[in-house]
């Protein structure tokens, strides 16, 4: 590990006062875009992916870092910039299900930024979509499928997506991304949809 890194691991978020504090489409970004690269980034650097003023991404980088989710990272050059880094691999919401209601109805807020913000990007990229390269057209997808699983069968079914995944990973393919690379959203999403089996 180089000087200045720090092992992360991925973070569950169960205090609903963090979950409150990340419940922003900007900060969701923030911490997604933070997340994609070891680099520290600045308010400035930021501030042109969350489309804010970098004095606007400040103060939500400040606001994120109340609550430990990012921190100042070691300062580059002269050090008269504020470098930001996060303070996790990855972060996840939620409890055992027994949680106080404050915080399941913080974690429903936090999860209904969170999917609008996706679906937003979703409907943004199908109306652009005719402005696209024919070979990146033909190359995205949408699809839908209904398993018929045992929660076991699951556990398989997201780990292999997962593995299949991982190594194209942004944060593993920054600093050498392959010619003609391009950011790619994969919005992935498992859960039961009827009653529990009888």
């Known amino acids: 590990m180089a000087e200045g890194e720090v092992e992360r691991t991925r973070t569950r978020i169960t205090d609903p006062q963090v979950m409150r504090a990340l419940a922003h489409p900007a900060r969701i970004e923030i911490m997604e875009q933070l997340g994609g690269t070891d680099a520290g980034v600045t308010a400035t650097q930021m501030a042109s992916v969350v489309h804010l003023s970098p004095s606007a ?52 807020e ?42 076991e069968e699951l556990h398989e079914v997201n780990a292999a997506v997962q593995k299949v995944l991982s190594p194209y990973e942004r944060k593993r393919r920054v600093a050498d991304p392959p010619p003609g690379a391009r950011p790619v959203a994969v919005h992935y999403a498992t859960f039961p949809t009827e009653g529990l089996p009888s």
């Open 110 to 151: 936090l999860v209904d930024v969170y999917l609008s913000r996706d679906f937003a990007r979703l409907q943004e990229f199908f109306a652009r979509e005719h402005h696209e390269p024919k070979e990146w057209r033909d190359a995205s997808l949408l699809m839908g499928k209904s398993l018929l699983l045992t929660v």
């Open 57 to 108: 991404t400040s103060w939500h980088l400040r606001e994120l870092a109340k609550y430990g989710l990012v921190e100042q990272a070691p300062g580059r050059g002269d050090g008269r910039e504020r470098v930001w880094r996060s303070t996790s691999a990855g972060w996840n919401v939620g409890g055992d299900g027994d949680e106080h209601p404050e915080t399941r109805a913080a974690e429903q």
